[in-house]
């Protein structure tokens, strides 16, 4: 399999602190992509980083990736209630917009 | 926005029946997939589909078929269900670039008993 995995597990926090989880991947990947699953619902896609890039931002969040050690973190800032969801990483190993995911990090933000 | 439809957000079958889970998308995405989920195991690949009549088989495919008729429509079917077999089931849809990410639909959870 060429499945991901997310680190920690599950993660939890208080409102306004920051939250920072962990992907792992196996193969070469053209990009790396993160997902948000709030409870009993489908994935809403919230950022992309290519394989050139080292860093992105996009609101309160922001990715690194570290193609040589095939790593990747997402990081939510001053955290909310409303961030309380499950988190993926997504990604595209070269063989033509073919995704394969992690294991998930589940994050609670108590309020 | 893009809006990728299932059509059933709960389902319970029996052992042994035929189970057709549908999923339609309104934005013309080249690409469809077809996942299941299951706690502790993330999001496992079943089929994708890059255009009509296509399709590839993903990571799990046994005991899973796909059908995909019309650009829109992409049909995942259980030709005898199995206990097993009950997860929730996502579908998803892209433009089919390099870049461009997963449209999810809200997921059918499906008993099998």
């Known amino acids: 399999s060429q499945q991901g995995e997310e680190d920690p597990q599950a993660l939890s926090i208080q409102e306004g602190e920051n939250a920072t989880m962990n992907c792992s991947y196996k193969t070469s990947i053209n990009n790396l992509q993160w997902y948000r699953q709030n409870s009993g619902r489908g994935l809403v896609h919230l950022i992309l980083i290519r394989s050139n890039e080292r860093e992105k931002h996009s609101g309160r969040l922001r990715v690194t990736l570290d193609t040589s050690k095939k790593s990747s973190s997402l990081l939510i800032t001053a955290s909310r209630a409303a961030d309380t969801a499950s988190y993926f990483c997504?990604?595209?190993?070269?063989?033509?917009?073919?995704?394969?995911f992690g294991t998930g990090t589940s994050l609670t933000v108590i309020p | 926005d893009v809006k990728v439809t299932q059509s059933s957000r709960y389902l319970v079958k029996r052992t042994g029946e035929k189970v057709f889970l549908e999923c339609v998308q309104d934005?013309?995405?080249?690409?469809m997939f077809w996942y299941r989920q299951d706690p502790g195991l993330g999001l496992r690949l079943i089929y994708f589909?890059?255009?009509?009549?296509?399709?590839e088989k993903g990571d799990i495919p046994e005991g899973y078929s796909v059908s995909r008729e019309k650009k829109e429509r992409f049909s995942l079917i259980l030709e005898s269900a199995s206990t097993n077999q009950t997860s929730m089931y996502l579908c998803?849809?892209?433009?089919?670039?390099?870049?461009?990410?997963?449209?999810f639909g809200n997921g059918t959870r499906l008993t099998v008993t």
């Open positions: 998803a849809s892209s433009l089919g670039t390099y870049d461009s990410p997963l449209h």
């Open positions: 934005m013309d995405h080249e690409n």
């Open positions: 997504a990604t595209d190993p070269n063989t033509g917009n073919q995704f394969y």
């Open positions: 589909s890059y255009d009509v009549k296509m399709k």
